[in-house]
């Protein structure tokens, strides 16, 4: 599992003109399965989402983690983080076909939610315009492999 991970003071997703999940200060979440991933790798990546320090303390160094900075999380589906861009044309038999991603990419945002998280998402497979205002700009990538 890939999360591309950024730290915002807004971020909204919208499809066909209407917004369908808006946060302010917190995290904006672009999430690619593989077709390797399970459960466990899911509510890993979603532990480490949710307790990774990178808010600011008042000595302007990243040791807040998002629960004590009161973020909230917007959660979008990915799949284009798995491709293999070897050629000109990207392919994408790394990532996860819905049948399997849809209940990963549901189960990391209920894990988040469950540790109290304001959680709001895009729409599986659906074209969305993601907009963002980066605060920082912090930007982390989380590979499942490397954590």
Do not use: W
């Not at 399965?33 to 160094?61: M, N, Q, S, W």
């Not at 991603?101 to 993601?130: H, N, S, W």
């Amino acid at each position: 599992m890939r999360a591309v991970l950024t730290r915002v003071k807004s971020a909204s997703v919208t499809i066909e003109g209407k917004t369908v999940g808006e946060i302010g200060k917190g995290f904006l979440i672009l999430l690619g399965v593989h077709v390797t991933d399970t459960e466990e790798i899911a509510k890993k990546i979603a532990d480490k989402i949710c307790g990774l320090r990178i808010f600011e303390d008042p000595d302007g160094k990243m040791n807040i983690n998002p629960t004590d900075a009161g973020a909230e999380l917007l959660i979008v589906s990915q799949f284009t983080l798995y491709a293999d861009c070897r050629k000109r044309r990207p392919g994408f038999t790394e990532a996860a076909r819905p049948e399997l991603a849809v209940p990963l990419y549901e189960l990391v945002i209920a894990e988040c939610r469950a540790r109290g998280f304001k959680v709001e998402t895009g729409e599986f497979g659906a074209d969305m315009q993601v907009a963002s205002v980066n605060d920082g700009p912090v930007t982390i990538i989380l590979d499942s492999n490397e954590l």
